[in-house]
């Protein structure tokens, strides 16, 4: 990226911070005027997410979504709030939530917690930094989606990574925020900063969770006990992943309602409807909008603010709840509807119901339940107990003892309907992830993918152990300083396995957090002297320094990241597609198709490093919004054809029950058959599984009739005919 190409896009990030952020300011200002300090802050943060992903999704339909249609749009948005939003003083129908002080101590502990855990993860942010995003599910659709509603400029479509699994349907709120940043910048360096502002909202969530009842600290400490598990830690921080934007947008729905229902006018504990709501209905949608497992946790929340609503009021109250929540994350939802006649498609039947749903030729791997297992001692004490140390570290029996009985003391003691509702909430949000298809994924008896789906867990863990802090039983002194001590214990407990002092990227980590936690934490410490002198928030300004600061050395960081991008792709490491990945880091402006499944799960190297590449998977369009594997020779000549790619890439299919052992698949046979049409490049051969994976230019069209020198077995599709 050109110094030129680098100052333009920091100009227009620049330009989009600044006018949604001063739009939801105004808005909070003019709506929710009796609202000051964190809540706030964090009104004003989900209402910011929410207006960027409005405008874009509205951009997007009509195919707009590009630098100067976006700019435009929030700068008149902007405007519009400049000239008729004014702030207005707070009068006395208006919500005002409790603020008690705070001591020292309890400021001095909650900034370790969170210099701690943001220096980890940007230890493992400047891994990402150093190759490229690696992360499975990144490379697979993540990033993929990301980067097509960049190329296209729509939210509309639905682009088909590969055809074993029907992920399209998935909502994007994550990836549209990625393709935002790539729209602003021309590339995806952006994205690897991301998930660093998520997990930022959701600290802050924390301590507003706590702060009417005087414990910001210990709730804002449980987030930060919650960030540092492994499972989080290795597959988030600098990553396409959406896990922490899930959780944190859950805990900041949760935070603006406890601070709603601990203010007048309503009763304590008791919520009407009004415009607080309506942001934390927002959040819901919004987390909603991001992941499918967020569903569970979003639906209990909504049920407990209903049942929390002072009465007479709930049809009003529901009503706003759910329009805000569909302004939030509804679209994606709704796209499937019209596609598929199906909301959900995953989900195939209700009861004797059945619902349109695709069909599937291809299968990964079964998605069984852990409620599947729950009873099998063998699976217990072969995968549930070492992944739970994996994920949570050794602490873990202590993590859910703790989780478990302080939400049994928050629905019998806390103060207010609401915090009550939200206990058994999160209590519920735990048993659902139980059933949650694919969290103890694998062939029967082999739930393989345990460990790594424990982020399904995530949302709800994460709602229950910001909770307990808030039970009555912890209203006395002494109690709550043996709370502190044992959320710290578990903090180092689950930080224990990714410690930041021994991680290879720590020094980047440690400046990072020095950069945005220590320095708008000094400036916070010394607000009222700073205030006299600035006139200016001083936070406000503590976070701008750092950014200001991290801009100038954004632009040698960045350098740095793209002359290393995907010259060591660790996913690859024997799979054939690291000199593949290589090649790409070379194309720009070509159209690429891929066939066969290994590149399709591990494709967006192919987008190149502008991502200026068109790539499309090979298969056919099936009933309500399927997307099958191609079979025979013929058809996937005809496909090629009519894609009319510069360059195939065919790969074999994917084997999730040993990723070192891919099975073998037709399409290399196919393209080795047309030579005159297909020009290999380079080729690898997987000697144990008989495999062939292929970079081909594609020099004219395919002929079909020559198929017909294949012996009938060649056709046929991995994963269906083949064992």
Known sequence: MSFADFTSGLVHLTLVAAFTGFTAFRLRSRLVPGWDGSPARLVEAVTAVGLLLLASELLGLFGWLDVFPLVILLGLAALASWLWLAPRPAGKGDPVPPAPAVSTGAQALAFLAAFAVFAQWGAFTSYNLDHGITNFDSVWYHMPFAAEIARTGSVTGFFHPETVFTNWFYPQNSELIHAVGMVLTGRDFVSVFINLGWLGLGLLAGWCVGRPYGRPHLTMLGVAVLMAIHTLVVREPGTGKNDVMAAALVLAAVAIMLNRSAGKPDPPGRVGPDWVMAAAGLAVGLAAGTKVTALAPAFLVTCAVVYATVPGRRLRATGVWLAAAFAGGGWWYLRNLVAAGNPLPQITRVGPIELPSPDRLQVGRPDFSVAHYLTDRGIWSDYFVPGLDQGFGHVWPLLFALVVGGLVLVMLTAHGRLTRAHGAVALLAIVAYLFTPLSAAGPEGDPSAFAINLRFLVPALGLAVVLVPLASWFDRGWRRVVLGLLLVVLFVGTSSTDPVLSAPGRNFGLALALLFVALPFAFWLLRERLSRRLGLPPLAVGLGLALVVFAVFAWPIQRSYFENRYQDFELAEGSGLTGPYRWAEGITDSKIALAGTMAGFKQYGFWGPDLSNEVVYLGRDAPHGGFDAIGTCEEFARAVN??????????????????????????????????????????????????????????????????????????????????
């Open 642 to 723: 009519a894609a009319d790619p510069d360059y195939l890439v065919t790969a074999p299919y994917l084997n999730f029950d040993d990723y070192d052992l891919p099975k073998d698949s037709p399409e290399f046979g196919w393209a080795a058959n047309d030579p005159a049409a297909l020009e290999r490049i380079s080729s690898h051969y997987y000697s144990q599984s008989f495999a062939w994976l292929g970079v081909w230019k594609v020099k004219g069209p395919m002929d079909p009739a020559l198929c017909s020198r294949l012996d009938p077995s060649d056709d046929f599709i991995p994963g269906r005919d083949q064992g």
